[in-house]
T-cell receptor, first 113, second 110 residues
Framework: NAGVTQTPKFQVLKTGQSMTLQCAQD?????MYWYRQDPGMGLRLIYY???????DKGEVPNGYNVSRLNKREFSLRLESAAPSQTSVYFC????????????FGEGSRLTVL | SQQGEEDPQALSIQEGENATMNCSYK?????LQWYRQNSGRGLVHLIL?????REKHSGRLRVTLDTSKKSSSLLITASRAADTASYFC??????????FGKGTRLHILP
């Protein structure tokens, strides 16, 4: 079992380009999360999905959109990338967001030039 | 702003000593969790303490929670070189929102 799979692992974009980060889990968990991590800032929550069919904003949602495609998949889209979105992005999931531990993917390193 | 704030930001101790990290938060929580991260990889869950618990143990880890002060501490006893990592607290709210602090960088000296 792969657990949590993020693609791509690395991406370089030019300012204004769009892209989608994909996340898939084979753990049959209900809740899924997208975080970004910048040096010295810890992880900041972008969006989360407590269950299939729902999505909610986190701490830093501006410039991003998400889709909870089904129970397994939760994608993060940058419509018009900006240099400030250069970061490492982590997808995570939990059986239930308010009761269980988070399981993380390996991260996607995004650079916006 | 981030819900949890750890202190210290960085900590260096000798192997074998105990390491203590603290976390303060701002609003009501369902539970609080501690995670470890090695070299920019994905975080790994260490321990969870519920809002109605005051102390919890797991191996060399001891976590306390004081909801009146909105604070938690993580104690790692008899530290090892392999404990060198960044440690984060995460506050879990009743609406499934999980917010992380900025972390404590722990360095174990040989």
């Amino acid at each position: 079992n792969a657990g949590v799979t993020q693609t791509p692992k690395f991406q370089v974009l030019k300012t204004g380009q769009s892209m989608t980060l994909q996340c898939a889990q084979d753990m049959n968990h209900n809740s899924m999360y997208w975080y970004r991590q910048d040096p010295g800032m810890g992880l900041r929550l972008i969006y989360y999905s407590a269950s299939e069919g729902t999505t909610d904003k986190g701490e830093v949602p501006n410039g991003y959109n998400v889709s909870r495609l089904n129970k397994r998949e939760f994608s993060l889209r940058l419509e018009s990338a900006a240099p400030s979105q250069t970061s490492v992005y982590f997808c995570a999931n939990a059986e239930r967001g308010n009761t269980g531990e988070l399981f993380f993917g390996e991260g996607s390193r995004l650079t916006v030039l | 702003s981030q819900q949890g704030e750890e202190d210290p930001q960085a900590l260096s101790i000798q192997e074998g000593e105990n390491a203590t990290m603290n976390c303060s938060y701002k609003t009501s929580i369902n539970n609080l969790q501690w995670y470890r991260q090695n070299s920019g990889r994905g975080l790994v869950h260490l321990i969870l303490i519920r809002s109605n618990e005051r102390e919890k143990h797991s191996g060399r880890l001891r976590v306390t929670l004081d909801t009146s002060k909105k604070s938690s501490s993580l104690l790692i006893t008899a530290s090892r070189a392999a404990d060198t990592a960044s440690y984060f607290c995460a506050t879990v709210k009743w609406d499934d929102k999980i917010i992380f602090g900025k972390g404590t960088r722990l360095h174990i000296l040989p």
